[in-house]
Antibody
């Protein structure tokens, strides 16, 4: 059974960089059939796709102007550790959210079929 | 961007009654080469991550009760719960994956018991 687990600081100061890692177990992150995604959910609000990464390192970030993350986000993958990571720079209170990592089908397979439990990141001084 | 709009934002349904949620995409999510609609539905209960219910607009994920059904094509879709159970109280999201890996979600619909 595939499992995903987010890890990282739960509190980040404004203007600093949020860093999270997702560890995948029960399956290989190097599968050619899937992307690996980060999705966030501000308290009491809906889901926002942040971006996805392929095992090769190709990245795809949310281009929406409403998202306000495109210029601040960096994702990376470490296939040797079966992990992928998110960095979001220059954070503000608006970045306070539960951050989820998820497996994302490649268009031939179902989307977002496995999720981590999520980790709450609060941006506050 | 493909924008997903759900309606209503919330609805209250009596136990055993039908609940219907609508989802509209700003452009068609039907891929003509395979005749598949790239539309998924998720259920999120409080304190839990979303759970994939339906993909390809109408295919139930393994283990999902058959009271959940998805329909529609092109730009207009529905999620129907044929007989609402107490455990179905949740927020439901639609999501397009036509532009995979770029994905967008609807704003969510909260389903409660009347």
């Amino acid at each position: 059974q595939l499992q995903l687990q987010e890890s990282g600081p739960g509190l980040v100061k404004p203007s600093e960089t949020l860093s999270l890692t997702c560890t995948v177990s029960g399956g290989s992150i190097s599968s050619s059939s899937y992307y690996w995604a980060w999705i966030r959910q501000p308290p009491g609000k809906g889901l926002e796709w942040i971006g996805s990464i392929y095992y090769s390192g190709s990245t795809y970030y949310n281009p929406s102007r409403e998202s306000r993350v495109t210029s601040r986000v960096t994702m990376s993958v470490d296939t040797s550790k079966n992990q992928f990571s998110l960095k979001l720079s220059s954070v503000s209170a608006a970045d306070t959210a539960v951050y989820y990592c998820a497996r994302q089908g490649d268009g031939y397979n179902p989307p977002f079929d496995y999720w981590g439990q999520g980790t709450l990141v609060t941006v506050s001084s | 961007d493909i924008v997903m709009t759900q309606s209503p934002d919330s609805l209250a349904v009596s136990l055993g009654e039908r609940a219907t949620i609508n989802c509209k995409s700003s452009q068609s999510v039907l891929y003509s080469s395979n005749n598949k609609n790239y539309l998924a539905w998720y259920q999120q209960k409080p304190g839990q991550p979303p759970k994939l219910l339906i993909y390809w607009a109408s295919t139930r994920e393994s283990g999902v009760p058959d009271r959940f059904s998805g329909g529609g094509a092109g730009t207009d879709f529905t999620l129907t719960i044929s007989s609402l159970q107490a455990e179905d109280v949740a927020v439901y999201y639609c999501q397009q994956y036509y532009s995979t890996p770029y994905g967008t979600f609807g704003q969510g619909t909260k389903v409660e018991i009347k």
